[in-house]
């Protein structure tokens, strides 16, 4: 499934999983200089959720998920639990 977005709509879209957790706010993109395909989603964390714990362990502030994780973007965007790191 092709998702459409345009990439200045994306910024500061709330990110939440399949389960309902809110990750947090999309803040930037990563996309491929060969193909210009988007290849992950940089997003702030939600100080309560469990992915934004782990990131404060590892010492980064931003949480990067990658674009296969996406599921929709619509009002929020929806990412799969599964497919996060």
Do not use: C
Not at 41 to 51: F, T
Not at 60 to 68: F, H, K, R, V
């Amino acid at each position: 499934m092709v998702k459409f977005a345009i990439a200045k709509q994306l910024a500061g879209k709330r990110v939440i999983t399949t389960d309902g957790e809110e990750l947090g706010r999309v803040v930037d993109l990563y996309l491929s200089e060969l193909t210009g395909k988007l290849e992950s989603v940089l997003v702030e964390p939600n100080p309560d959720s469990s992915l934004a714990v782990k990131a404060k362990r590892e010492g980064a502030g931003l949480i990067t998920i990658p674009y296969s994780a996406v599921l929709d973007v619509k009002d929020v965007m929806v990412v799969d639990r599964r497919n996060l790191v």
